[in-house]
């Protein structure tokens, strides 16, 4: 993201620059003439984010040896970019458990 990038508005270079799309903080390009454009990767991340944010997904407990398990529905994984062996912090709450990433 250090790179400019040819603005097709007007021509001239887009600068990068730290923007926002649908509310989230994501890294882009700002033209001198308005035009910005987003990094498609974090904007379609953002709008998976946002699809998923109303939904609620059944899931089913499993078991690892004597550990139950919990399997992480695909949508949730790729939106909130999580990977295989990766550490997340669970708290319980009364019957409700919540999973907090990073
Ligand atoms: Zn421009």
Redo the contacts with the bound molecule.
């Keep these: 993201m250090t790179e400019g990038m040819k603005?097709v508005?007007?021509g001239?270079t887009?600068k990068p620059s730290k923007l926002r799309f649908q509310g989230q903080p994501i890294e882009g390009w700002k033209?001198?003439?308005g035009?910005s454009y987003f990094d498609p990767a974090q904007a379609q991340r953002i709008l998976l984010l946002n699809m998923i944010k109303k939904e609620a997904f059944r899931v089913k407990i499993g078991k690892v040896r004597s550990n139950l398990i919990v399997r992480i529905p695909k949508k949730i994984a790729d939106a909130l970019e999580l990977k295989n062996g990766e550490e997340v912090t669970l708290k319980v709450d009364g019957q409700e458990i919540t999973i907090h990433t990073g």
């Design positions: 603005c508005k007007c001239k887009a033209c001198k003439c035009e």
